[in-house]
């Protein structure tokens, strides 16, 4: 079990470029969340999936925001003609459903400032 | 709506001592997890200690535990014997779920805690 991992852990960008984050999830997990957290504030939900299916998508994942988990593994996070407002940190978290336990683990995040 | 409110932005204990972090949240709903998260400065979040709400009994793991009210509402954590790696931002988290159906956090704004030596 090496945990959550996230790639990349910085990202400085100009206003108008597209961005796209990558989350390894624990391998046995079988949920994976993406949130965003900016500074002072808890994590906000944006969207999570159930294997490759995204079940949910909160009303901050603008048309901008797009997210995959293609073979039920990784999940990407795209963020097309990026804003300051994009400006945060971008939380992935993965949990196993069933068994009586329901904690998520979280990943290191991904910095990123639009510039 | 589920809501989770964290009234103390920021709390500082001197090492050794016990200090008790506040959580309220409101929700219509009757099967949820409560959770507490600790996020130590420029490291990941971490579970410090999980709640089911159908059980009365309060969770503790070592030097945590809560203080968990169902019908006030309120989720507080308490940790013993203060160490100066306990200092983090400590979020407050609510889950809703439905048998095998987990949900998303609710999360609070947290409460950034010092542990003074």
């Known amino acids: 079990d090496t945990g959550v991992s996230q790639d990349p852990r910085h990202k400085i960008t100009k206003r108008g470029q597209n961005v796209t984050f990558r989350c390894d999830p624990i391998?046995?997990?079988?949920?994976l969340y993406w949130y965003r957290q900016t500074l002072g504030q808890g994590p906000e939900f944006l969207t999570y999936?159930?294997?490759?299916?995204?079940?949910?998508k909160s009303r901050l994942l603008s048309d901008r925001f797009s997210a995959e988990r293609p073979k039920g593994s990784f999940s990407t996070l795209e963020i097309q003609r990026t804003e300051q407002g994009d400006s945060a940190m971008y939380l992935c978290?993965?949990?196993?459903?069933?068994?009586?336990?329901?904690?998520?683990?979280f990943g290191p995040g991904t910095r990123l400032t639009v510039t | 709506a589920q809501t989770v409110t964290q009234s103390q932005p920021e709390m500082s204990v001197q090492e050794a001592e016990t200090v008790t972090l506040s959580c309220t949240y409101d929700?219509?709903?009757?099967?949820?997890?409560l959770f507490w998260y600790k996020q130590p400065p420029s490291r990941q979040m971490i579970l410090v200690i999980r709640?089911?709400?159908?059980?009365?009994q309060n969770a503790t793991e070592n030097r945590f535990s809560v203080n968990f009210q169902k019908a006030a509402k309120s989720f507080s954590l308490k940790i013993s014997d203060s160490q100066l790696g306990d200092t983090a931002m400590y979020f407050c988290?609510?889950?809703?779920?439905?048998?095998?159906?987990?949900?998303?956090?609710?999360f609070g704004t947290g409460t950034r805690l010092k542990v003074l030596a």
């Open positions: 978290a993965s949990s196993l459903v069933g068994g009586g336990r329901y904690e998520q683990y």
């Open positions: 391998s046995e997990h079988n949920r």
């Open positions: 999936f159930q294997n490759e299916a995204q079940l949910e």
């Open positions: 929700t219509s709903e009757n099967n949820y997890y």
């Open positions: 709640q089911e709400a159908y059980k009365q």
């Open positions: 988290a609510f889950m809703k779920h439905d048998g095998a159906r987990s949900y998303k956090y609710i």
